[in-house]
């Protein structure tokens, strides 16, 4: 099955288990099923793994139209997590996060095209705003089959930025830490009441 053909079938079941809610409605980030990734260059040998384990948002979303607004996340900078604790105490510093004056990174979406598939937004880093644009999947739009039984969306988001953008110049000189970092977002996210 090539990929546009999975697109359609996806979108098509998307759009017919979405007919019980045909008006634009708020969804909530269930921080249990909420997992902020990235992916960077370390020096040529590996692409180094790390997460943020804190973060929440919302947004409304019209799955007649395959329309969103109003969408907003916040991540918490010091919850940055990479396994090893000297390193992510360096992240934690001045030279990549400075959680200590920055606490969080924001993304505020400001546009979503279902048919490309695109979600653009600004994107807030260290006190500095610059526009993103990631790919953005929605996997599955129905009812929770257990505990809370609402309506919940499963959204899948890939993308990439330049850090130094962001004023995030550590180790780029001399390729000692990428540039290019490589974004991956997993959600479930809950029809509010």
């Given amino acids: 099955m090539n990929k ?23 969804f909530e980030i269930d921080e249990d099923h909420f997992s902020v990734g990235f992916l960077v260059d370390h020096i ?5 793994l790390g997460q943020f384990l804190a973060g929440s948002g919302s ?6 139209t395959d329309t969103l607004s109003e969408g907003e996340v916040v991540v918490q900078a010091d919850s940055v997590f990479t396994n090893h604790g000297r390193r992510d105490r360096h992240l934690k510093g001045s030279d990549f996060l400075d959680v200590r004056d920055h606490d969080t990174l924001r993304f505020v979406a ?24 990631w790919r953005a999947t929605v996997n599955a739009l129905k009812d929770y089959p257990f505990g809370h039984g609402k309506p919940t969306l499963g959204i899948s988001v890939r993308g990439e930025l330049n850090r130094s ?28 009441d």
Avoid: K, N
């Avoid at 546009?4 to 008006?23: C, D, E, K, P, T």
């Avoid at 400001?110 to 526009?131: A, F, M, S």
């Fill in 4 to 26: 546009q053909l999975i697109r359609m079938v996806v979108g098509v079941s998307v759009f017919l288990g979405a007919q019980a809610w045909a008006a634009p409605q708020r």
């Fill in 59 to 64: 947004f409304v979303y019209d799955p007649q």
């Fill in 165 to 192: 953008e962001w004023g995030m110049t550590y180790g780029v000189e001399g390729e000692l830490v990428g540039d290019t970092v490589e974004v991956l977002i997993e959600l479930e996210a809950i029809a509010a």
């Fill in 110 to 133: 400001t546009d979503w095209d279902g048919q490309t598939q695109t979600l653009t937004g600004e994107l807030t880093i260290l006190g500095q705003t610059h526009t993103v644009a």
């Fill in 44 to 48: 040529g040998y590996a692409q180094q």
